[in-house]
């Protein structure tokens, strides 16, 4: 069964205290993986794609890796406006469906 | 008006009401998804719709009826919902509705059945 398992649930930084989000996936045979940030009454904002294992991809204080099992929300120097929970999804190749984890609920604090 | 927009942005209802959500998206895209969004809980895929044809229904209540009748619109019309129904309703959209395409996410309707 394809599944998304986002860790920690909840991490709380001081501005500037990088530190990383894990999504672990199982899944028949990955399309693709992607990262959401979601900000209170709104919805998911797209962040990135990852396609296959060794890729990275990087947008401002974000930076986002991929291997066979799991892939990695690197947050450097994070700033107040960073908090929102983010949220990991995973496509397998014989669907269309997007499978979607829990999420992690960042705050970062002055 | 740009990306993809949800109306109402907030709905309460009774349990015997009748009411629709409705989603319209500015993107050109060709496909439209319906997800579900309870606290604690992983987005649930609902409805998807690729050229106004439905191509998933993913064993959702017949209490929720979706309609797309044309590209940019979708409807989600509900009727006699239960308290279980409370949630955040999610329209997203994407180019094709295959591959990989990204969907992009509207403000959501957050709905409260009484």
């Known amino acids: 069964e394809d599944q998304v398992t986002q860790s920690p649930e909840a991490l709380r930084l001081q501005e500037g205290e990088s530190s990383s989000l894990n999504c672990s996936y199982t899944?028949?045979?990955?399309?693709?993986l992607f990262w959401y940030r979601q900000d209170p009454g709104k919805g998911p904002e797209f962040l990135f794609t990852l396609y296959s294992a060794g890729e990275e991809k990087e947008k401002e204080r974000l930076k986002a890796t991929l291997t066979k099992k799991e892939s990695f929300l690197h947050i450097t120097a994070p700033k107040p406006e960073d908090s929102a929970t983010y949220l990991c999804a995973v496509q397998a190749r014989n669907t269309d469906k997007l499978i979607f984890g829990t999420g992690t609920r960042l705050q970062v604090f002055p | 008006e740009t990306g993809v927009t949800q109306t109402p942005r907030h709905l309460v209802m009774g349990m015997t009401n009748k009411k629709s959500l409705k989603c319209e998206q500015h993107l050109g895209h060709n496909a439209m998804y319906w997800y579900k969004q309870s606290a604690k809980k992983p987005l649930e895929l609902m409805f998807v719709y690729s050229l106004e044809e439905r191509v998933e229904n993913n064993s959702v209540p017949s209490r929720f009826s979706p309609e797309c009748p044309n590209s940019s619109h979708l409807f989600l019309h509900l009727h006699t919902l239960q308290p279980e129904d409370s949630a955040l309703y999610l329209c997203a959209s994407s180019q094709d509705g295959g591959g990989t395409d990204t969907q992009y996410f509207g403000p959501g309707t957050r709905l409260t059945v009484l």
């Open positions: 899944v028949s045979g990955l399309r693709g």
